[in-house]
């Protein structure tokens, strides 16, 4: 496995503990940590500096220049190490995460080694937004031909794959992280009458469009005030929109930073509705929370993506210009002044989207994806 050190790839490596396989991982970009939750596979760490010289942290915040002339001579290149490993472990698959960061890199390694088959997992905007800039276009055409199997989080970036050169065999869409532990929603859980939250994601970076929200919020604020209005993961940028909105003089208004995950969880558990904005993503993985632990999702649409679980007016709004306050103003208008449809529509997503993101269920079917590659290698 060739990843990124994310908490969504040790959930979803977690799903193979006792599976039988032996798995290998190589952390692309080299935290030099041992991860704990997956200690049952082998963590390739601490590859990228040849030597750890003194003073190495001192140079790297007083002296870039000098720092970046040491790690020319000093630092390994991903590829490298992968083709060493390659020779070493001799894999049967080697599993992509990422194209960017995880599959691109090891391109040319690859293709030396046509006899390992190559799973691609992705993510996000691995392809959907990337795919707009020429110089990544170009890359994600000349990796897809070269992919033998492949996941995704949303339906609509397998199909994307294919439009763009993906010839292989696609393994099933499924939620990056995997699913979701029904125990600890059962225990976060409250009934959806005592909720009281309107719980946001403050992303403002260059695809998030929180900003937006907060804008809507300016112009409904007489039908908000039994509400509690959480902003979450709120960043610098947003927090300067945030004052100059007057929202931060609202006495029902709070800002949180970054939080652990648990406690988004948590909060989703606790809100009445969740509201995610963004130009450009996959399946985003907060709506995913937000259903499991029964928010009314007001979330963007970018490439149709969320649409493939919320219909619009059914189980949730669908913005669909990520940039109208006024779109976005009057969908949680009409949530926050329809209370029993948004009940019923909670109550939809309970019975007819839940079950299907449960952990055990999605392992259950991840586990089935891997055993048929393992079938076709023994072929």
């Not at 050190?5 to 959930?11: A, E, W």
């Not at 669909?320 to 009057?330: K, V, W």
């Amino acid at each position: 496995m060739i990843s990124m050190f994310s908490n969504h790839f040790f959930n979803w490596t977690e799903q193979l503990k006792d599976s039988g396989f032996e798995i290998h991982w190589i952390d692309v970009f080299d935290s030099n940590t041992f991860v704990k939750k997956i200690d049952f596979v082998h963590q390739i760490t601490g590859w990228r500096n040849r030597w750890d010289y003194p003073g190495r942290y001192w140079v790297k915040n007083r002296a870039t220049m000098v720092d970046k002339a040491i790690n020319f001579l000093n630092q390994r290149k991903l590829s490298n190490v992968v083709a060493e490993k390659i020779q070493e472990i001799k894999p049967d698959v080697v599993q992509s995460f990422v194209l960017f960061s995880g599959a691109f890199p090891i391109l040319k390694v690859m293709k030396k080694n046509p006899g390992i088959k190559w799973i691609y997992s992705a993510w996000g905007n691995d392809l959907y937004f990337m795919q707009n800039i020429p110089e990544e276009l170009e890359k994600i055409k000349a990796t897809l031909p070269y992919f033998d199997y492949m996941f995704a989080d949303c339906d609509r970036d397998g199909q994307l794959a294919r439009n763009l050169g993906f010839k292989g065999t696609y393994l099933g869409t499924f939620p990056g992280g995997g699913g979701y532990n029904s125990e600890f929603w059962n225990e976060s859980f409250i009934p959806h009458d005592s909720r009281e939250v309107i719980l946001i994601k403050g992303y403002q970076g260059m695809l998030g469009r929180a900003y937006f929200i907060m804008e809507a919020l300016g112009k409904i604020k007489e039908v908000l005030s039994p509400y509690r209005i959480i902003v979450f993961a709120c960043d610098p940028d947003l927090e300067k929109s945030v004052e100059e909105l007057g929202l931060s003089k609202w006495n029902n208004f709070q800002v949180l930073g970054k939080i652990p995950h648990r406690k988004v969880l948590k909060l989703m558990g606790e809100s009445k509705i969740y509201i995610g904005n963004c130009i450009s993503d996959g399946m985003p993985n907060t709506l995913l929370e937000a259903i499991v632990m029964g928010a009314f999702p007001i979330q963007s649409n970018p490439g149709g993506a969320t649409a493939e679980l919320i219909e619009h007016g059914k189980n949730g709004y669908l913005i669909e210009d990520p940039e109208n306050a006024e779109e976005i103003a009057c969908y949680i208008r009409r949530a926050v002044e329809n209370r029993n449809f948004v009940r019923e529509a909670v109550q939809y997503s309970n019975q007819n989207l839940r079950p299907y993101l449960e952990r055990n269920f999605i392992k259950e079917k991840v586990l089935k994806a891997y055993h048929q590659v393992e079938t076709q290698l023994q072929q």
